[in-house]
């Protein structure tokens, strides 16, 4: 990144309290109860130079059975104002407990704001470069979820034991916003698209439910 955008800040912070230890909280069958939150920023540290400097490269021939040098390519594109891609994450969860930890899980909620978003975008062919593509912070986006997952202590008696698992989860995002080039853009050469209020690169398509009779 440049110097102007090089260093960031990000912090977090989270807690939990086990319900079972205290008085009030004494349930027959019940052998752990845990609430736990947590809520921190970090930073997308997945970059490449060719993220932020443009490419040179050449693209050899082939002339019989050696290589010979060709043409200069340029590409992807380098953008020196290129900033920190930050998320801040939410974590709520509830650690269970029955019948002295046989039976054992959690219930997680999670919820995370991306803002600085860096998606590859493209710039007309016309531009001049081998690779007509650009690295930016387009918007900011939105993922969150649920997640499940229970252990059960079925039989243990000598030598042999048998364990259940099962875990479950619920994901979704959607676009908060985009920048001004970004809107409706979509990425080239797919059919999908990026707009405020859907999910990620979803389809583009015509809306139809039957045979259209026009065609």
Same mark, same amino acid.
């Given at each position: ?20 230890? $205290? ?60 900033? /920190? ?33 860096? &998606? ?23 993922? /969150?979820? /649920? ?14 034991? /048998? ?14 916003? &985009?920048?001004?080039? $970004? ?33």
């Amino acid at each position: 990144l440049s110097p102007d955008n090089r260093f960031a800040t990000f912090y977090a912070f989270g807690g939990g309290c086990i319900i079972t230890d $205290e008085k009030f909280a004494n349930i027959p069958g019940v052998s752990l109860l845990k609430l736990r939150g947590s809520y921190g920023t970090s930073g997308n540290t997945a970059l490449t130079a060719e993220m932020t400097q443009l490419s040179m490269g050449t693209s050899p021939n082939r002339y019989g059975g050696a290589y010979l040098p060709g043409a200069t390519t340029l590409g992807p594109i380098g953008s020196p104002g290129l900033k /920190w891609e930050t998320t801040a994450s939410t974590d709520l969860g509830l650690d269970f407990g029955f019948l002295d930890d046989r039976i054992t899980g959690s219930v997680a909620y999670y919820n995370k704001k991306v803002s600085n978003l860096i &998606l590859r975008g493209n710039v007309p062919l016309s531009a001049g470069f081998t690779t007509n593509a650009v690295w930016e912070n387009i918007g900011s986006l939105r993922n /969150w979820g /649920w997640e499940f997952d229970v252990t059960s202590l079925n039989i243990k008696k000598g030598g042999f034991t /048998w364990n259940t698992d099962f875990n479950i989860s619920f994901n979704d995002n959607r676009i908060l916003s &985009l920048n001004e080039f $970004e809107k409706g853009k979509g990425a080239e050469g797919t059919e999908t698209i990026r707009k405020e209020g859907e999910k990620l690169d979803v389809w583009y398509l015509a809306q139809f439910t039957q045979v259209d009779p026009q065609k």
